[in-house]
């Protein structure tokens, strides 16, 4: 096994034709999504270090889009869109742990922003990748209004480096709120909470983000402009028919700057990522309760974040999560490198369907690249 650092897509072009397996990543911050790939015996691995191909290409403030190479570091980014009062809604996490713009991608990863804006889905317009053939391939573009053939852009958000090295991405990006305010809303539980979360949907009012807590503790964040942001927050605490607080400035942007490092994730254990609704949080909160897990439930209790000590096997919450009903599956996405196991807990999930086996024997039919489940 032997580490390559590409500094050109040529390099990562020659990376690929030259090995017989391939695992690109970028900082580490998401360890066990490209653990899989290691200890299946090859010899002729190599590890793509993508954080050397670095930089923003282009950026149009005026016309709200960016390009930038695989191993640019979202705060690099963030502080550029920043400077032109502009960000990325979709509050990508770990960006102060060094995470980068194609390992946010290749992991599927959103933060709170997800609520209202939708997720980097959304957001990428295109994309150039390396296919397990050692070919270029590009889809999407640089401007918004572009429709033109597969959309690949997509593809490649949660692809985990399974279908291509990725190494350029087109965003769109948005002008960013003057000011913030975040609501702490007192719930008698989960099971009210859920329906608190169910008769705020029917509210014509639009809220950022919205996260439950495990003793019911519901946190919504709203933005505006200065004089009326304030107004907003206390028509939103009076909608709830629950005891709020409101809270602003440093206090505030630091919760949601904790939010999307999941500060409340303690050292030695994994983060796992389950996807739920809100009807079926009490009883997956039960089974994570009995294991004493903690955890926390993000975009109006559509994902939730527990959290797994390293000491204990992964296979308990796997078997946990398939017990649930209907079935739940999870992805462990940060923590320390799995040696070999896949990042995939209890039910079966998209990546093992005919359509994703049939797109990865078109883009990678020597199976260079990561299996698409462990």
């Not at 209202?116 to 573009?141: E, Q, S």
């Amino acid at each position: 096994m032997s580490t390559i650092t590409p500094r050109s897509v040529g390099d990562v072009v020659d990376a690929m034709r030259g090995h017989a397996r391939v695992v690109p990543h970028g900082r580490m911050t998401k360890a066990p999504l490209i653990a899989e790939s290691r200890g299946r015996g090859d010899d002729d691995v190599a590890l793509l270090d993508m954080t050397a191909l670095s930089g923003v290409s282009e950026y149009q403030p005026g016309e709200y889009t960016f390009t930038a190479l695989a191993g640019t570091p979202l705060r690099e980014i963030a502080a550029l869109l920043a400077a032109h009062h502009q960000y990325m809604p979709f509050d990508p996490p770990f960006g102060e742990e060094g995470a980068t713009l194609a390992g946010t991608v290749a992991a599927g990863m959103n933060g709170p922003g997800r609520l209202r804006y939708g997720g980097l889905r959304d957001f990428v317009i295109g994309v150039r990748f390396v296919d397990g053939t050692g070919t270029l391939v590009g889809g999407g573009g640089k401007v918004v209004k572009n429709a033109a053939g597969f959309d690949l852009p997509k593809l490649m958000v949660g692809s985990m480096g399974r279908l291509g090295v990725i190494t350029e991405l087109s965003f769109k990006v948005f002008p960013a709120p003057h000011a913030w305010r975040t609501l702490r809303v007192a719930c008698a539980g989960l099971g009210e909470a859920a329906a608190l979360i169910a008769r705020l949907g029917r509210i014509p009012m639009e809220l950022e983000a919205l996260e439950l807590e495990p003793d019911g503790a519901m946190v919504i964040r709203v933005s505006g402009d200065e004089a009326a942001v304030d107004a907003h927050a206390q028509r939103v605490g009076a909608a709830t028919g629950r005891p709020f607080d409101v809270v602003a400035g440093e206090e505030e942007a630091a919760h949601w700057s904790d939010a999307r490092a999941f500060a409340w994730v303690g050292a030695g254990h994994w983060l796992v990522k389950i996807p739920v609704t809100p009807a079926r949080i009490a009883g997956l909160d039960a089974a994570l309760d009995s294991h004493g897990i903690a955890r926390r439930y993000g975009v109006a209790g559509n994902v939730a974040w527990a959290a797994w000590p390293v000491g204990r096997p992964l296979a308990q919450l796997g078997a946990s999560l398939a017990q649930c009903t209907p079935a739940l599956s999870g992805l462990v996405v940060r923590g320390p490198a799995l040696n070999g196991a896949g990042p995939w807990l209890g039910a079966a999930t998209q990546m093992e369907g005919p359509f994703a086996r049939h797109i990865k024997r078109a883009l990678d039919p020597d199976r260079r690249l990561p299996a698409l489940a462990g």
